[in-house]
C-alpha cells in the first residue's frame, strides 16, 4: 500500500504563492509519474500537472501555464507543486497521485484521474479576492 502524503496548503491573497509537497513515507515514487489534481466545490477532479519519473517531462494545465511549476526529488521521494500568481479561481482542494503503470507524462496529454492508482488526502488551497 501506498501512502501519499500532501501538504502546503492555506489561504493566500490574489497573486500570492503556496508550494505544495507531495510525500511518500516508506516508498520511492522513482519510476512513476506523478500528478497534482484539484477540485473544486461543485467540479470535477480535473488534471492540473504531472511529472515524469525521470526525463523531466511534464504536463501543464493551459489555465496554469506560466504560473505553476512542478518538480520532484526522488531521493526524498517527494513531488513540489510551486503555485505563483494564484488567482480565486485555483481555489480547490489539492491532491497528488501516482501512476504506478506509467513512467512518463507528456505535455499534451491531460492526466487521466482513472490511471492513477495511489492517491493522497488532498490539502486545501484557498485564494482570496
Known amino acids: 500500500q501506498v501512502q501519499l502524503v500532501e501538504s502546503g496548503g492555506g489561504l493566500v491573497q490574489a497573486g500570492g504563492s503556496l508550494r505544495l509537497s507531495c510525500a511518500a513515507p516508506?516508498?520511492?515514487?522513482?519510476?512513476?509519474?506523478i500528478g497534482w489534481f484539484r477540485q473544486a466545490p461543485g467540479k470535477e477532479r480535473e488534471g492540473v500537472s504531472c511529472?515524469?519519473?525521470?526525463?523531466?517531462?511534464?504536463y501543464y494545465a493551459d489555465s496554469v501555464k506560466g504560473r505553476f511549476t512542478i518538480s520532484r526529488d526522488n531521493a526524498k521521494s517527494t513531488v513540489y507543486l510551486q503555485m505563483n500568481s494564484l488567482k480565486p479561481e485555483d481555489t480547490a482542494v489539492y491532491y497528488c497521485?501516482?501512476?504506478?503503470?506509467?513512467?512518463?507524462?507528456?505535455?499534451?496529454?491531460?492526466?487521466?484521474?482513472?490511471?492513477?492508482?495511489?492517491w493522497g488526502q488532498g490539502t486545501q488551497v484557498t485564494v482570496s479576492s
Open positions: 511529472i515524469s519519473s525521470s526525463t523531466g517531462s511534464t
Open positions: 497521485a501516482a501512476n504506478l503503470m506509467r513512467s512518463m507524462c507528456y505535455p499534451s496529454v491531460t492526466p487521466n484521474i482513472y490511471e492513477y492508482d495511489y
Open positions: 516508506g516508498f520511492t515514487l522513482d519510476g512513476y509519474a
